[in-house]
């Protein structure tokens, strides 16, 4: 068996250990003669493995009492008109910063259902960048106050929040879900798709503070109300019990590995060997500024259509899969989530450094 190191945005790597976990349990989980895809989400069984998953991600991201974790279905996408249906709701009003495709596209839904407020955009330089916030175009009764905290396309992160005073701060964190330590009581609900730190496609994790919840409007699909969820522990109809159950042994796996601490030690690490590569490189450039730069996802460019497009192959050839950048930057990025091994990372600089001497 030759596994390859996946780049990929997501659906993306997991740890071989959870994947060896789940192998061996596939036929006969813990003695009860059935595989986990095959068992009621109603039985004793899964029910330890779902508690298990939000016992877990609670001690892990350190999340207080007063926040409900929901495991969902529709994927992050979803949650673009869950969030307004169930929060804008007070003044009708809401705060976007437009930072990528995601917080574009969530900005755009919101606007079916009350006033967007878009307090500032990247847009003007294909989102290389976070922009600075002038607090005087914060709309200071918003219901809410939006922002993807990862941008996956793009590679920018927020190292520093927006101080938003009373409005709940609501953030995408899809592409850096338990990447790193984050304090949840600076905001109102913090959300993501799973299948690209966490667990295979089909679940999205969405942490709520509880005093939000049960104000929905009277349109809202049940199946959207976050409280529907809430008040069910998540059962109200069947989960993704098989991807929940993966995200419980991920979880596990970054318990024994030092928590999130650890993860962000590891991920600083491997991020740095890519960024002074890329910064000491002739060949190749970084896209992102600096001082923007996401420990995850890692945009990077030659200045020829032709090189990127044959380093891509030849990279795939060597094993380093699924480094074609998205259609809007072009080039390449490299996504450098938990479970990819610092010997990935150091396998890709490697094979850039022989590319760069064989194409100077
Ligand atoms: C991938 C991604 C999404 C879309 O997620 P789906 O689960 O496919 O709907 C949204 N936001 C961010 C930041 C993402 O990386």
Known sequence: ??????????????????????????LDYHGCGQ???EMSHRSKVFDDIIKSAEASLRELMRIPDNYKVLFLQGGASTQFAAIPLNFMNGSGKADYVVTGQWAKKAAAEAKKYGEVNIVASSADKTFSYIPKLDKAAFTPDADYFYICMNNTIYGTVYHELPGT????????????????????????????????????????????????????????????????????????????????????????????????????????????????????????????????????????????????????????????VNLKGHRTVGGMRASIYNAMPYEGVQALVDFMAKFEKENA
Request: charged fraction near 25%.
């Open 35 to 37: 595989s986990v895809m």
């Open 165 to 320: 005073g009373k409005v709940p701060l609501i953030a995408d964190i899809s592409s850096c879900f338990l990447s790193e330590p984050l304090d949840v009581s600076k905001f109102g609900m913090l959300y993501g798709g799973a299948q690209k730190n966490v667990a295979p496609a089909g679940l999205t994790i969405c942490i709520i503070r509880e005093d939000l919840l049960g104000h929905a409007r009277d349109i809202t699909p049940t199946m959207l109300d976050y409280k529907t969820h809430a008040d069910a522990d998540s059962l109200y109809n069947t989960p993704p019990c098989y991807t929940i159950y993966i995200c419980k042994l991920v979880l596990d796996w970054l318990k024994e590995n030092g928590g999130l601490e650890a993860m962000r030690e590891r991920n600083v690490k491997k991020a740095k060997l890519l960024y002074d590569y890329l910064d000491n490189s002739k060949l190749f450039r970084g896209t992102v500024v600096p001082e923007d730069r996401s420990l995850m996802n890692v945009p990077f460019v030659t200045d020829s259509d032709e090189l990127n497009a044959k380093f891509v192959k030849e990279a795939a050839e060597a094993g380093l």
């Open 1 to 26: 068996m030759s596994r390859v190191y996946n780049f990929s945005a997501g659906p993306s790597m997991l740890p071989e250990e959870v994947l060896k976990i789940a192998a061996a349990e596939m």
